[in-house]
């Protein structure tokens, strides 16, 4: 960050000295500081960009239609694999802590083989490649090979339900599927070829199948599915590597389709452009995260979530990029931390979810490894809590730089993330992102400072999606982040920003509870709760009643722990203590588990709409769609 601080000094003869004076400079000369972050990114282009920005509304305006860096040439994939040298570019670990590593060079003839089998398949730029695959360097080197031709990738997890792949991949009409057979989890193996047959059967047109072999022979393969299919290695022992022909494509050429949860119906086609992607991937990386070519970063994500996505843009950096499949918590949850160690990782990213499970395993990593390397911890899918915060720097080690991050799909990259010149605050995300000018505003649209609001975006940013795919007339696009606060950018989180320029997060925006009138952020009773250690885990809702709203809250208990009297009239003090009256739950129940989405966050919404009598249609859409049947007879009398 501080060579790009000197760099912005030098090229515009200025004298900024510290962060929040580049961050008031990057919101304020919106399109000199995205010229500059190109220069400093090195973007590679074949042709030159005649204009940075056109755009036919006040830049105090965000919404659809602004065009970057119009004019220029350029290719996703071969930014991506601008090194070309012998080094490690991924360090591929799964739960039976087998190792596969993967140089630059290899990587690169490997994109070569696959891209030339799409381009003798007649895949053009355009053209979409699903694939349904684990975290492995075979869904890397699809992507690169799919991009490389300005073909647009979409990928999501095998251990989704048959019915959200069909929603997102029937809705984007793949010419080609790249599919893992099956998958390893929590010691246990998982053929997902019946699930690939079906798929296959209904998506609209004749799709070209590619099976990566996980977990079975080719034999096994060819005796459980009937459909054609080839094999990913054989694609590559049959092809040969040449040099890459990378195809040059407008700045906002799609690259990327991603998806909304799907939680109330199907999923939104979130399309990404090429350049947007990758300044804000870089951004992100080399100056917020300080990633550097002798790192090596992790996160802990599926390929469908953006998380993989922002982590495989580690590769323009010469970084390693350590892949995991498996579960964190098998056969233990030091498995990770003993990675850390082993591979010298120095870039580890989690959620919260994982630093509380360790935690309640007992598990003390500075005391079992080594991990001198470990230099930053990312977190983001939930706001981070004290208990998360205390426990790092206390289990894990004191000198490391503990970066809750935030953002989304939406965006495919941070609105608020970490920054290694400025300290860390517990509970406290540390900075706003460069170039995204983020506020709280209250209802009325006036601008907060310690204060809880919606989080709003003033002025617009490359990494906007491109479209949503299918469309008309952008009225869904509209309609998802402009019509609460009429032309600028709602995202739907509700944040408070410090006077010191750190931001807290609350907890989504649509699932605030009102009670009498009065905002509540869902994470501000969990901080409470994570304080109670009898409560493994919680989710907490409004219900209407009558003209109003009152709260319920769902406790998942520790083993051989029941919600006596005695421990709900402990949970109700801590929240009246350390919160307000208003936060206090007018019903308390024991659940068995927290329904979540595949990536990990609850599902406030949907349980809300069970207890309100609504349908909830699309359940695929969960990680487990079973648990929402805990709350369908639920009594409140």
């Known amino acids: 960050m501080f060579d790009f601080l000197q760099f912005v000094n030098r090229e515009k003869k200025l004298n900024i000295s510290d962060y929040p004076a580049l961050y008031e400079y990057s919101?304020?000369?919106?399109?000199?500081?995205?010229?500059?972050?190109?220069?400093?990114?090195?973007?590679?282009?074949?042709?030159?960009?005649?204009?940075?920005?056109?755009?036919?509304?006040?830049?105090?305006?965000?919404?659809?239609?602004?065009?970057?860096?119009?004019?220029?040439?350029?290719?996703?994939?071969?930014?991506?694999?601008?090194?070309?040298?012998?080094?490690?570019?991924?360090?591929?670990?799964?739960?039976?802590?087998?190792?596969?590593?993967?140089?630059?060079?290899?990587?690169?003839?490997?994109?070569?083989?696959?891209?030339?089998?799409?381009?003798?398949?007649?895949?053009?730029?355009?053209?979409?490649?699903?694939?349904?695959?684990?975290?492995?360097?075979?869904?890397?080197?699809?992507?690169?090979?799919?991009?490389?031709?300005?073909?647009?990738?979409?990928?999501?997890?095998?251990?989704?339900?048959?019915?959200?792949?069909?929603?997102?991949?029937?809705?984007?009409?793949?010419?080609?599927?790249?599919?893992?057979?099956?998958?390893?989890?929590?010691?246990?193996?998982?053929?997902?070829?019946?699930?690939?047959?079906?798929?296959?059967?209904?998506?609209?047109?004749?799709?070209?199948?590619?099976?990566?072999?996980?977990?079975?022979?080719?034999?096994?393969?060819?005796?459980?599915?009937?459909?054609?299919?080839?094999?990913?290695?054989?694609?590559?022992?049959?092809?040969?590597?040449?040099?890459?022909?990378?195809?040059?494509?407008?700045?906002?050429?799609?690259?990327?389709?991603?998806?909304?949860?799907?939680?109330?119906?199907?999923?939104?086609?979130?399309?990404?452009?090429?350049?947007?992607?990758?300044?804000?991937?870089?951004?992100?990386?080399?100056?917020?995260?300080?990633?550097?070519?002798?790192?090596?970063?992790?996160?802990?994500?599926?390929?469908?979530?953006?998380?993989?996505?922002?982590?495989?843009?580690?590769?323009?950096?010469?970084?390693?990029?350590?892949?995991?499949?498996?579960?964190?918590?098998y056969p233990e949850f030091d498995i990770l931390w003993e990675a850390i160690e082993k591979f010298q990782i120095t870039i580890f990213g989690t959620s919260p979810k994982f630093l509380t499970s360790c935690q309640q395993a007992g598990v003390v990593p500075k005391n079992e490894q080594n991990l001198a390397s470990l230099k930053t911890i990312l977190s983001t899918g939930s706001p981070l809590s004290k208990n998360n915060f205390e426990w790092v720097y206390q289990a894990v080690k004191s000198d490391v730089q503990l970066s809750s991050i935030s953002g989304g799909t939406d965006i495919i990259s941070c609105f608020m993330l970490g920054n290694p010149m400025l300290p860390v605050y517990s509970e406290e995300i540390q900075c706003r992102g460069l170039g995204m000018a983020v506020e709280s505003w209250d209802e009325a649209g006036n601008s907060l400072l310690n204060q809880q609001g919606e989080l709003v975006c003033t002025k617009i940013f490359p990494s906007m999606p491109v479209f949503f795919w299918n469309d008309k007339n952008g009225e869904q696009y509209g309609k998802a982040y402009f019509t609460h606060f009429d032309g600028v950018w709602r995202h739907g989180d509700y944040i408070l920003i410090t006077d010191r320029g750190g931001v807290v997060v609350f907890g989504r925006s649509d699932a605030t509870l009102n009670p009498g009138g009065v905002r509540i952020g869902t994470a501000e009773i969990y901080r409470v709760l994570d304080n109670i250690p009898e409560i493994s885990d919680s989710l907490c809702v409004g219900l209407p009643e009558k003209s109003d709203v009152i709260i319920v809250l769902f406790v998942v208990l520790k083993k051989e722990i029941t919600l006596s009297i005695e421990l709900e009239k402990r949970i109700r003090n801590k929240i009246r203590d350390e919160l307000t009256k208003r936060h206090l739950p007018a019903f308390i129940r024991q659940i068995n588990e927290i329904p979540v989405t595949l990536n990990g966050k609850k599902v406030e919404t949907s349980v809300s709409n069970i207890l309100s009598g609504k349908q909830i249609s699309n359940r695929d859409s969960l990680l487990n769609p079973d648990s929402l049947k805990q709350f369908e007879n639920i009594s409140f009398s």
């Open 27 to 329: 919101i304020t000369e919106t399109e000199q500081f995205w010229e500059l972050l190109w220069k400093y990114t090195g973007i590679i282009h074949s042709v030159p960009y005649s204009s940075i920005l056109k755009y036919d509304k006040p830049l105090n305006l965000v919404s659809p239609g602004a065009k970057w860096f119009s004019g220029a040439r350029l290719n996703f994939a071969e930014n991506l694999l601008r090194n070309r040298n012998d080094e490690t570019a991924i360090i591929s670990y799964n739960e039976q802590k087998e190792t596969r590593f993967v140089s630059y060079n290899e990587l690169y003839a490997a994109t070569s083989k696959l891209n030339s089998y799409f381009k003798s398949s007649g895949i053009e730029p355009g053209d979409r490649i699903a694939a349904l695959t684990t975290n492995i360097p075979e869904a890397v080197i699809g992507m690169l090979a799919a991009t490389t031709s300005g073909a647009i990738w979409s990928s999501t997890s095998p251990d989704f339900g048959l019915r959200g792949i069909v929603d997102r991949f029937q809705q984007i009409e793949p010419k080609v599927l790249l599919a893992v057979d099956g998958y390893k989890y929590n010691g246990k193996t998982i053929s997902i070829l019946d699930k690939i047959e079906q798929l296959i059967g209904d998506l609209p047109h004749d799709v070209k199948l590619i099976i990566i072999q996980n977990v079975h022979s080719e034999e096994e393969i060819k005796r459980n599915i009937s459909i054609t299919f080839e094999l990913f290695n054989n694609i590559q022992d049959s092809q040969e590597s040449k040099e890459i022909n990378f195809e040059q494509l407008p700045f906002d050429h799609p690259v990327y389709i991603m998806y909304s949860s799907g939680t109330t119906g199907k999923p939104k086609c979130i399309v990404h452009g090429a350049g947007g992607t990758l300044l804000q991937h870089f951004k992100e990386l080399a100056l917020h995260t300080d990633l550097k070519k002798e790192d090596t970063i992790s996160f802990f994500t599926t390929c469908g979530w953006m998380m993989w996505n922002w982590l495989v843009s580690s590769l323009m950096t010469g970084a390693k990029v350590f892949l995991y499949d498996g579960s964190p918590g």
